[in-house]
Nanobody, 130 residues
Framework: QVQLVQSGGGLVQAGGSLKLSCAAS????????MGWFRQAPGEEREFVSA????????YYADSVKGRFTLSGDAAGNTVYLQMNSVKPEDTAVYYC???????????????????????WGQGTQVTVSS
């Protein structure tokens, strides 16, 4: 099966920047969409951002809009999350995910849901100090 390999986590001061990356283990893998979720201790895994490769449409949670930018390659096997102006509340384990299925009717809504993704990365810790 396809595995998603993440890198780029670490410790950063509030107001600073950090860039996460996620790549499929198979170069020929192509997804309909890829996204980022995060989970803080004691909290549910929540949506952060996603990209629908067809048209390169991006979607963001209100909490990160204007601060985080998602990008990737057109092949649909690599995605990045550029995190700017980070806040202590951004501290969490960040997970990337990929949806292989192409039967999405309303991508803006579907891609915010955890169970709509088929593959998940191992997660990487992001800690923002105040």
């Amino acid at each position: 099966q396809v595995q998603l390999v993440q890198s780029g986590g670490g410790l950063v001061q509030a107001g600073g920047s950090l860039k996460l990356s996620c790549a499929a283990s198979t170069r020929t893998f192509s997804s309909y969409a890829m996204g980022w979720f995060r989970q803080a201790p004691g909290e549910e895994r929540e949506f952060v951002s996603a990209i629908r490769w067809r048209g390169n449409s991006t979607y963001y949670a209100d909490s990160v809009k204007g601060r985080f930018t998602l990008s990737g390659d057109a092949a649909g096997n690599t995605v990045y999350l550029q995190m700017n102006s980070v806040k202590p509340e951004d501290t969490a384990v960040y997970y990337c995910a990929a949806r292989a299925r192409f039967d999405v009717v309303n991508a803006a809504a579907i891609l915010r849901l955890r169970y709509e993704y088929d593959y998940w990365g191992q997660g990487t810790q992001v800690t923002v100090s105040s």
